[in-house]
């Protein structure tokens, strides 16, 4: 056969983002204080853009100028262009590994939500800044671990999902779903994440955590892996039951009780929560007098970007070189694109914003105990908008109303069964329900966590009694035998 040159045709996939599209999406993800970050850099970098009053300005006329007009960019909304990756009037740009994750974006994957975490962190207020977050130290193990873009994705997405001690709550099957992937690519992606420092993190369990922590320092054999499995009759005291199941002597199980006992059961404690310095709301809540809501933007930390076109005209003007003219038409068509960007993302966080305000209306008007079980597709159907910019939407902002400030995320709960055979109530507003029992229960008759299923039945909840004693140890409260202990000491104080 002759070696020769020839033309073939080849149909293949990519993906493929325009600049402006990226641009787009990382606006949907930052807070307002991030977003006036963002706009000091442009205004450094751009001599056509300047802060303008918050009040709105009557528009200028338009320059009669060929160049103004081609490059004002009459666009989609923000989120038809996330759904159909494409920009009006913009070149393809090809994103590979490498690309994703030096330009990746940090509001959909880095935030460190807690949507179903199974534990309370820290309150707003004590949040410091200071140490990376254990989001942040996940995340820089991404690219150097994979350069499969698809896959870094995917670990991102777990990484936000964990909670700051480091477990993943959310079970795989959903995230699958939520993510639209195949549940073998999230497990894989978890087992990814699971080889990150510490060790430990991204376990569903305490004991794959153990078991993580056991097999890096190759301490997992079949004995330890039957004690770290039975975890809960070493809790009991049954060592000797334990010891015949392990097969090992006193000796050989002392010191796998004392390797064990080595272990860090919460790996992602040891990083910081992100924290110190108070949380500024995005989002403003309050009452109208007919009883529906204000819903606005913080303009406080929002600042107002025009373009300067008199300027432009002015420069315009003065340019005779062909090389400056066409890198001052680039600053025009970045200027204009930037303002409409920043424009839509007003109204698409606004709308997401009310979207959500009208779903938990009960929270809002009643506390916690009416808060609704939510989904990231609940708001995005009601808005029709995609689940993916509702999520960037709802990352690393804050709203603030009468009960505090919460971040938008706190609003998806996952739903738990009802007494009638449906999931009516949100996990916190079980929560709370467990914690009101259990601070209202006389400290000579303390709750079982059985007599909790009958109350919280009588309530609505219809809950196995596993379920309440995992909210129970999310929200810090002991077993029965443990309260009585506490109040009896407390009482003979």
């Known amino acids: 056969m002759a070696l020769g040159p020839r033309l073939d045709l080849r149909q293949s996939q990519s993906l493929v983002m325009t600049p402006q599209l990226q641009q787009a999406i990382k606006l949907l993800a930052l807070s307002n204080l991030e977003i006036e970050t963002f706009i000091g850099d442009a205004l450094d970098a751009n001599p056509l853009l300047e802060i303008g009053d918050n009040a709105p300005s009557p528009a200028e006329p338009l320059p009669d100028d060929p160049d103004f007009r081609r490059t004002t960019l009459e666009t989609s909304p923000v989120d038809q262009l996330v759904s159909e990756g494409r920009a009006d009037e913009d070149r393809p740009l090809d994103i590979d590994a490498a690309a994703l994750d030096r330009d990746r974006d940090t509001g959909d994957w880095s935030a460190d939500s807690r949507i179903q975490s199974g534990e309370a962190g820290p309150e707003i207020d004590e949040r410091g800044a200071g140490e990376p977050t254990l989001a942040e130290h996940l995340h820089a193990q991404v690219g150097p671990a994979t350069r499969?873009?698809?896959?870094?994705?995917?670990?991102?997405?777990?990484?936000?999902?964990?909670?700051?001690?480091?477990?993943?709550?959310?079970?795989?099957?959903?995230?699958?779903?939520?993510?639209?992937?195949?549940?073998?690519?999230?497990?894989?992606?978890?087992?990814?994440?699971?080889?990150?420092?510490?060790?430990?993190?991204?376990a569903r369990s305490l004991s794959e955590c153990l078991a993580l922590q056991a097999k890096e320092a190759d301490r997992y054999d079949p004995c330890m892996a039957r004690l770290i499995d039975n975890l809960e009759l070493l809790a009991r005291g049954e060592i000797p039951r334990l010891k015949r199941m392990c097969g090992v002597d006193d000796e050989d199980f002392a010191d796998m009780l004392a390797e064990l006992r080595g272990y860090d059961p919460k790996p992602g404690r040891r990083f910081g929560s992100g924290g110190g310095e108070p949380v500024t709301p995005d989002i403003l809540i309050t009452p109208r007098a007919d009883g529906g809501w204000n819903i606005q933007l913080n303009q406080a930390t929002l600042p107002r970007l025009i373009v300067n076109r008199s300027y432009y005209v002015e420069m315009r003007g003065a340019c005779d070189d062909k090389a400056a003219r066409g890198w001052l038409s680039d600053k025009l068509a970045d200027a204009n694109w930037l303002v409409k960007a920043l424009d839509q993302r007003q109204k698409t966080i606004l709308k997401?914003?009310?979207?959500?305000?009208?779903?938990?209306?009960?929270?809002?008007?009643?506390?916690?105990?009416?808060?609704?079980?939510?989904?990231?597709?609940?708001v995005a159907e009601a808005i029709s908008m995609h689940e993916s910019t509702v999520s960037r939407v709802t990352s690393n902002k804050y709203l603030l109303c009468e009960r505090g400030t919460f971040e938008l995320?706190?609003?998806?709960?996952?739903?738990?069964?009802?007494?009638?055979?449906?999931?009516?109530?949100?996990?916190?507003?079980?929560?709370?329900?467990?914690?009101?029992?259990?601070?209202?229960?006389?400290?000579?008759?303390?709750?079982?966590d059985d007599a909790l299923v009958d109350l919280l039945k009588a309530r609505g909840y219809?809950?196995?009694?596993?379920?309440?004693?995992?909210?129970r140890e999310a929200i810090g409260l002991g077993s029965s035998v443990q309260r009585r202990r506490q109040k009896a000491l407390a009482g003979g104080r």
């Open 352 to 378: 997401v914003a009310s979207e959500l305000v009208k779903q938990q209306d009960g929270f809002f008007r009643h506390g916690v105990s009416q808060l609704r079980p939510l989904t990231l597709r609940t």
């Open 462 to 471: 219809d809950l196995a009694r596993r379920t309440v004693a995992k909210y």
């Open 148 to 202: 499969d873009p698809r896959t870094a994705f995917i670990a991102r997405h777990l990484i936000g999902q964990l909670d700051e001690a480091g477990y993943l709550i959310a079970p795989l099957r959903d995230i699958a779903a939520e993510l639209g992937v195949a549940l073998a690519e999230v497990e894989a992606a978890l087992a990814l994440v699971q080889t990150f420092d510490p060790t430990g993190v991204g």
């Open 409 to 448: 995320k706190y609003f998806f709960t996952s739903g738990v069964g009802g007494a009638d055979g449906e999931g009516g109530a949100s996990a916190e507003a079980v929560k709370a329900a467990i914690k009101q029992l259990i601070d209202a229960e006389d400290a000579k008759a303390i709750l079982s």
